[in-house]
């Protein structure tokens, strides 16, 4: 086997801890030695042990010595201590011969250091596809070159390493700007529409296009909605998956909904308020909201008191500022925010510049009507210059319907 392929098990392996791991990483290991795999590990939620640990004591448990081993690992090993004691210590003490490393970890506190720790013991550490020998193939175009190809680098490892970046993107964002990575969705027609003129919207998509809107709700921390969607829908917002506790994700972590009500005029009879998840609910008013609404549901959910400013969307209206909530959500460790509203919250997020991720689903149906619901409103902009721009654009088939994958903003 190539670097390559014990690289794309580790990304397999890493992948297992999609949605449980927050607000660590995800991140797969394999131990090599002597061209047969004698260990492997993921990182499975945070508090536990790392990728690395896993791997290494994976191997001891077959009876194998991991003296002389290479350790692929999809992120670069944690060197700081934290819930755990850092995966370089433990790397060491395997005696490790060498390290192969799918992407760099962003935080801070972590990035490059794994890399100088190790190579002062001893230990050989590379970037998969980088140099020559067995990691590299024969160079050739990389239809998705997510970082500028080096001379000598391996374009299959490459595209494996720019995998291992992007499994992170969400907590990659947050270490860096500490505030949650922000994915848009939506589901509508071909004309856009999300609901009709009097809101009813079940169902546009297929089954096979809402399961997989499920799963990105299981990889989320929280799910935001308007006071719109409560109003017209009354949703439970909860992660309904086989073998998943109602409300929760498959390892128990509560699925956080979060409702933006500058007004406090959620009902105290909707779902989100009254179900037995409420506590799981908060509901973010604007600090003029009535004291009295405030209190009534303050009772049920959390409340939070958000700054506001005005909209030029509702005629002057007061509106959560949605930067200063940004910023407290990542302060509580919200890494992954799925945004479910409906047009206005939609705009609200894409055309101010707060998503980073959009993924729209499309059936392959006309709603047409003037007033019939949009999936992004708002203003919109005056000059196609000012237009929200898509990347890194993908498609996939769900069934009948299509799914719109695509970071938010210009080609950098």
Request: aromatic fraction near 4%.
């Amino acid at each position: 086997m190539s670097d390559a392929q014990f690289m794309r098990l580790a990304l397999r392996l890493a992948r297992r801890g999609y949605g449980t791991t927050s607000p660590n990483p995800m991140v797969g290991a394999v131990l090599v030695k002597n061209g047969k795999i004698i260990g492997q590990g993921w990182h499975r939620r945070a508090g536990e042990s790392h990728a690395e640990v896993e791997a290494v004591r994976d191997a001891h448990k077959r009876d194998h010595s991991t003296k002389g081993a290479t350790l692929y690992v999809t992120l670069e090993p944690c060197s700081t201590h934290g819930r755990t004691p850092p995966c370089t210590e433990a790397i060491k003490a395997a005696g490790v011969k060498s390290v192969v490393v799918g992407a760099t970890d962003l935080n801070p506190k972590h990035r490059g250091k794994a890399f100088k720790i190790l190579k002062r013991a001893g230990i050989k550490v590379t970037m998969l596809g980088e140099g020559e020998g067995r990691a590299c193939h024969p160079v050739r175009a990389d239809p998705y070159p997510a970082r500028q190809q080096r001379a000598g680098d391996c374009a299959p490892c490459q595209k494996i390493a720019d995998e291992c970046a992007r499994l992170n993107e969400a907590f990659n964002h947050w270490i860096v700007h500490r505030t949650p990575f922000v994915t848009v969705k939506a589901a509508m027609t071909l004309d856009g529409k999300i609901a009709t003129a009097s809101g009813e919207s079940k169902w546009i998509t297929g089954e096979k296009a809402r399961a997989h809107a499920m799963k990105l709700r299981q990889g989320a921390d929280a799910i935001l909605v308007g006071l719109n969607t409560i109003l017209t829908d009354d949703p439970s917002l909860t992660l309904r998956a086989r073998n998943a506790e109602r409300g929760t994700r498959n390892d128990g972590k509560p699925l956080r909904r979060i409702v933006l009500d500058a007004m406090a005029r959620t009902p105290l009879n909707a779902k989100i308020v009254s179900d037995e998840h409420a506590a799981l609910t908060t509901i973010v008013v604007g600090k003029v909201a009535p004291k009295k609404r405030v209190a009534a549901l303050a009772r049920r959910v959390k409340v939070i008191a958000a700054p506001t400013v005005k909209s030029k969307i509702e005629h002057g209206k007061s509106k959560i500022d949605l930067r200063w909530l940004l910023k407290k959500l990542g302060n509580e460790n919200v890494t992954n925010l799925l945004v479910e509203g409906g047009g206005e919250v939609n705009a609200s997020f894409l055309l101010a510049g707060f998503a980073q991720r959009v993924k729209f689903f499309y059936a392959p149906k006309i709603l047409g009507g003037r007033d019939a619901r949009k999936a992004v409103a708002g203003d919109g902009v005056q000059r196609l210059a000012e237009i929200t721009q898509l990347r890194e654009v993908e498609w996939r088939r769900l069934g009948p319907d299509l799914l719109l994958t695509a970071r938010v903003g210009p080609a950098s």
